[in-house]
Each structure stands twice: as C-alpha cells, then as structure tokens.
C-alpha cells in the first residue's frame, strides 16, 4: 500500500528571528527531524512506529501523506509515486490517505459545526449534492457511535474522546484506503482509550483500512499493531512483528524502551513472590524477568548528530566501530530488519549475542 524510501526532512536552523541576531543565519545548519528512513506497509496491516518524543513520528507521518514535503526521498502510494505531485495532480489522490490528528480539540474548527466538519471533505472532492452529503454524514457518525443529534453541536460541547471520534468520521469521509493515526489516544483518558482503540480495530475489519499508528505508548501500539518501526533521532532502527520485538528487541534501544514499558507479573504470590520462585526467592530457571535498564546521557542534538550510529553515545554494548561507521537498516533475521551493527538476538533470534560487549 505504501512504500518509503530514504524519507529525509531537514528544516534550516535560523537565528535572525533574535533582536540581538538580525540578519544572521547559522549557514549550513539543519535539524534532521527525519534522517533516511526506508519502510513499506503491507496493505490491510497495522504498521506501529513508537519511539520517545522529538525522535520525529509526526513529521514522517505528514511526510508519507504528503502534508509535509520532503527534503529528499520517494514515497509511493498504491503503486503510484507521489513523491513530487503538484497540488492539482496530487488532489485525487488525497482522499485515499488521510490523517486522524493527535489533539481532537485543536483539530477541529471551533466556529464550524460538527457535521459541517465531516462534511468539509465531501464537499472539497464534489460527493454529490446537499442532501446526499447530508446522508452520508449521518452515516459516518452512526459507524462512530456519535447520533444523529450530534449533528449540529459545536466541538466544545463534546467531551475528548467523542471530539476524536468526530475526527475519526471526518477521516472516514472519502472513503480512504490508509489511514495515518498520529498518536491519536494520547490526550484522552484510559478508559476513553480502549473504545477508540476498539473503534478503530472495528472499522479496519469493516472497510479493510491500513493504518499507520503513531504512539509512543508501547502498551497501546502493542495491541493494535501487526508489524512495529521504532525510531530514535530520526531514524528507524529496528523493524519487526510486534510479538517477534517484544519477546527479543535486536536493538538496544529496544531494549531499553521496552524494559521502560509498565508490566503486571501475573505469575506473583500475594507476597510479591513469582510462583516460579526457588525457596531463596529467585527465580526458577527458564523464568523470564524484566530488568530496568537506566541509560546513562541525553538525547544527541538533532542539528549536530552524532558520527557512526546515533545511538552510540548513550549505548551500553557500543564498541568503537559503533562511533564511526552508520548502521543501515538491514535484515538480520527473517522479518526482523535492525539498524546495529552488533544486534542483540541471533540470525534465528534465539538469544543475546553480546551481552558481555563493554561499553566503549
């Protein structure tokens, strides 16, 4: 369905907007918000990106849905490059890919009514008359579980996750064939979570929609995604099934961000105690055991990147061909595409390779 190839967006580093820097740029110096990333998704899937904040999802999100365009790179769309489309030719295509925004409050125009919104896209593409339009309005809120009445209230008077789900029949609209969902239950309760969640498992089953879902919540993406990119600095490092990542990450970024991720130990006593516990309370053999790992130094600056893996700097298992040489994305097991020059799991996944390897 999609299909980018060394997607890049580099936005210039200016400093005239200072009084005390008028007429100076900093000649040269970009931020790489999305440096190289090379990814497709298979149509009808659910393809999770995750990675922490600033690591650059929504940019190349907008940037697979040409909201955003790119500095360097090709995207393909359905078979169809779309990559340097004019805006009239690229017209047709728009509502085969849409975007459901992460903020349902921002989102919407707070002036318009909420069938007024839904109804913009219809309207833009020439759906078909006022009463048509009207109808096929009246249709998306039923598929989201907004009624009919709805219709003519404004977004104030909706409560966060109904908002979302005014953005999601809005996304409906032209009958899309991908759907970009850019972190899109991160502003709403948990409990509002799960029914967006659950809508938009429904609405994937009923009209085949391919998703890509943005979050950096590994719990949420976990649940609805069949295959996970996870990014760091701009970058996707590590991209595999989502069972096959959690159970043995390759990267130790993945690593390290899913030994973060909160757990229930369903296997404890009422004292805390595994039930797979040896009388001295360790755990018994073959009993997995997730250890936190703390690393150690900040987040590279994005306008002065790192030589050699962007990672190294704050690696536990980095050697010196770590600092020097860059890691392309390649294919270190089958379905498992890491970004590492030492990963962490065996060709057959089987185990850690270097746990041993020094910090360098």
């Given amino acids: ?24 740029n900093r000649a040269g110096k970009v931020l790489r918000a999305v440096d190289g990333v090379s990814l497709e998704v298979r149509r009808g899937e659910t ?21 955003t365009e790119l500095t360097s790179g090709r995207v393909e769309f359905d078979g169809r490059d779309i990559t340097n489309l004019s805006a009239r030719r690229l017209r047709p295509v728009r509502p085969g890919m ?6 349902p409050q921002a989102s919407l125009n707070p002036r318009r009514r909420a069938g007024d919104i839904v109804a913009e896209p219809l309207l833009v593409h020439r759906y078909g008359d006022a009463a048509a339009i009207r109808r096929r309005v009246s249709e998306l809120f039923d598929v989201v579980g907004l009624a009919f009445a709805h219709l003519d209230r404004y977004p104030h008077e909706f409560s966060g996750g109904q908002r979302q789900r005014i953005g999601i029949a809005r996304a409906l609209a032209t009958d899309p064939k991908l ?25 994937q089953d009923e009209f085949g929609l391919t998703y890509v879902f943005i979050a950096h919540d590994l719990g949420v993406v976990r649940h609805v995604s069949d295959r996970i990119a996870v990014m760091y600095l701009g970058e996707v490092v590590e991209l595999a099934e989502t ?33 797979t516990a040896d009388a001295d309370g360790t755990a018994a053999p ?20 790192p030589a050699g893996c962007a990672f190294h700097t704050r690696c536990p298992y980095a050697r010196e061909r770590c600092a020097v040489e860059r890691p392309r994305l390649t294919e270190t097991s089958p379905g498992r595409h890491t970004a590492c020059h030492y990963p962490l799991t065996a060709p057959g996944g089987t185990g850690r390779v270097n746990s041993q390897v020094s910090t360098a």
């Fill in 1 to 24: 369905m999609l299909r980018a190839t060394d997607v890049a967006k580099y936005y210039p580093v200016r400093t005239d907007a200072l009084p005390w820097n008028q007429g100076r």
């Fill in 47 to 67: 393809l999770g990106v995750v990675g922490e904040s600033g690591c650059g999802k929504s940019t190349l999100g907008r940037c697979l849905v040409r909201l």
């Fill in 98 to 103: 849409q975007l459901v925004f992460q903020d």
């Fill in 179 to 203: 759907i970009v969902a850019d972190e899109p239950v991160s502003a709403l309760d948990v409990s509002i979570q799960a029914q967006v969640l659950n809508l938009f498992a429904d609405l």
């Fill in 243 to 275: 069972e096959a990542l959690y159970a043995a990450p390759a990267h130790p970024y993945t690593e390290a961000l899913m030994s973060a991720a909160p757990y229930i130990d369903d296997t404890a006593d009422a004292d805390g105690t595994p039930d």
């Fill in 286 to 305: 073959g009993t997995e055991r997730r250890e936190r790992i703390v690393l150690t130094g900040d987040v590279p600056n994005p306008v002065a990147k």
